[in-house]
């Protein structure tokens, strides 16, 4: 984008901010959340027109206000944008694929015609336009904020009882003993890269095969445009390494320093303080299939995301940006991996691990409101008739298979479940290929409508 352009467009932005027209709305979540799926398919829900039986609880489109929305023609040039054709194509496929995940910010602009409910401008005016913007990053960019809060020093103790833990021990063990071996008084250039690797590497291992969620910095696991940056060679030195001053941890400590003050503070500044709403996806369903140790991980997780919707005057949010999120859904994902009387059980699961009762209730300034959906629906739901009793049950292909399965995926626990239900009941919720998206039909989901709702109905009056 040139100067002019740029002008332009923020000038554009800016006239329709004031007019009420414009919105921008964040989609986040850990990796493999469902962020690329929930954003694939609210584009398509919003692009191919009013289709009232198929978004029933989305008030602008039961009242046949709808007029339809396109992609915008002002996609901002200097920003990578949101892939969507590029995921349609994967659900286009025979047999379809799910599309490749989210791997740093992206965007997509679009523009929704509607009639206007009420008031001056539903005398005046034949239609009105609001101007929405979506945006998707990791999640894994959020937990990097308690990082402000703690120096070098801290951060390493805190990584390091956090890997003491007994699903990660025998993981870090390896690292443990590299760090001790490395000369922190002469330390080659090629070697604090080696050291990194090796970092990075644990952190993936650590989220392949622990189900751990709590991964700091959040840009080594999840670079974005920062890959290979100078200040992304930074991993917590061991405890004792700290206790008497060495060039390693110098020059670890200005690494941190320069994280904090080039990447997290930035992040915040320049992209999340321009939200306007934000969704927060959370996949509850893998990591009660991953165990005990994985749910508390993804509680832990998911406490230090909200921080960054607290924005009490004393909050570290409040003295790093100046916050407007005025709405934040809370969305437990895939919902169609279980049968549709479990979704009240899954909603109530999301709430108690973000422990507060979520709805009705003001999340210091933002709204906020939990449910369970699937983006991309890639089960149909039904009952099966077993010793003469209805029971429900769903049916789908799993990730990979041939044929079609029907099966009753398990009950979701309506709270944390206890050490002793993880180890006498194991979960074991499927995963599901998608079926093959029809272009002509919005694709197949659960709860998109009240979501759409949440986010954009009153923004369409
Ligand atoms: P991201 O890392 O947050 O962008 O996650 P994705 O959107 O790529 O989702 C990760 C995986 O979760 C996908 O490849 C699918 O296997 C699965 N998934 C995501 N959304 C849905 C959904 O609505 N229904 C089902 N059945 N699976 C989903």
């Given amino acids: 984008m040139s100067w002019l352009e740029g002008i332009h467009y923020q000038g554009r932005q800016w006239g329709n901010r004031a007019l009420d027209r414009h919105l921008r709305v964040g989609v986040t979540g850990l990796s493999g959340a469902g962020k690329t799926a929930f954003i694939t398919s609210l584009v398509h829900q919003l692009t191919l027109g009013d289709q009232p039986a198929h978004l029933p609880f989305f008030s602008v489109v039961a009242q046949q206000r709808y007029l339809g929305g396109r992609l915008a023609s002002n996609q901002p040039l200097s920003l990578p944008r949101f892939p969507y054709e590029h995921n349609l194509r994967h659900l286009q496929q025979r047999p379809a694929a799910w599309p490749p995940s989210t791997t740093g910010w992206s965007q997509l602009n679009l523009t929704l015609r509607y009639k206007p409910a009420h008031g001056v401008r539903a005398r005046l005016q034949s239609h009105s336009e609001l101007n929405?913007?979506?945006?998707?990053?990791?999640?894994?960019?959020?937990?990097?904020?308690?990082?402000?809060?703690?120096?070098?020093?801290?951060?390493?103790?805190?990584?390091?009882?956090?890997?003491?833990?007994?699903?990660?021990?025998?993981?870090?063990?390896?690292?443990?003993?590299?760090?001790?071996?490395?000369?922190?008084?002469?330390?080659?250039?090629?070697?604090?890269?080696?050291?990194?690797?090796?970092?990075?590497?644990?952190?993936?291992?650590?989220?392949?095969?622990?189900?751990?969620?709590?991964?700091?910095?959040?840009?080594?696991?999840?670079?974005?445009?920062l890959a290979g940056a100078p200040m992304l060679q930074l991993f917590p030195l061991l405890p004792e390494q700290l206790s008497a001053p060495s060039p390693l941890l110098q020059k670890l400590t200005e690494h941190y320093n320069s994280y904090c003050d080039y990447v997290v503070k930035p992040f915040y500044k320049q992209h999340f303080a321009r939200l306007d709403r934000q969704v927060v996806l959370v996949d509850c369903l893998s990591a009660l299939n991953a165990g005990e140790a994985a749910m508390q991980e993804l509680q832990q997780a998911l406490r230090l995301i909200m921080q960054s919707f607290r924005y009490g005057p004393a909050s570290v949010v409040a003295r790093v940006f100046k916050p407007q999120i005025h709405k934040v859904l809370f969305a437990a994902s895939k919902a169609d991996h279980v049968t549709p009387e479990q979704h009240k059980a899954l909603t109530l699961l999301l709430q108690q691990l973000l422990q507060q009762p979520i709805k009705h209730s003001h999340y210091a300034a933002a709204q906020s409101e939990a449910m369970a959906l699937a983006a991309i629906r890639a089960s149909q739901a039904g009952y099966i008739e077993q010793g003469g009793q209805k029971q429900p049950c769903i049916r789908g292909f799993e990730l990979g298979a041939a044929q079609p399965v029907t099966l009753f995926p398990g009950d979701v626990p309506s709270t944390l479940p206890t050490a002793e239900l993880f180890k006498t009941h194991p979960f074991q919720f499927p995963a599901l290929a998608p079926s093959t998206l029809d272009v002509q039909q919005p694709l197949p989901h659960v709860r998109m409508d009240h979501a759409l709702e949440f986010l954009l109905g009153d923004k369409l009056r």
């Fill in 132 to 225: 929405l913007e979506l945006i998707d990053y990791p999640g894994e960019w959020l937990l990097d904020l308690p990082m402000l809060q703690q120096d070098y020093q801290a951060w390493s103790h805190f990584c390091w009882a956090l890997f003491a833990q007994p699903h990660r021990e025998a993981l870090s063990r390896v690292f443990a003993e590299r760090l001790r071996q490395a000369d922190l008084n002469n330390l080659a250039e090629l070697e604090l890269q080696q050291l990194t690797d090796a970092y990075s590497a644990l952190l993936q291992e650590f989220r392949a095969h622990a189900g751990t969620y709590l991964h700091q910095p959040g840009r080594l696991l999840v670079p974005g445009e």
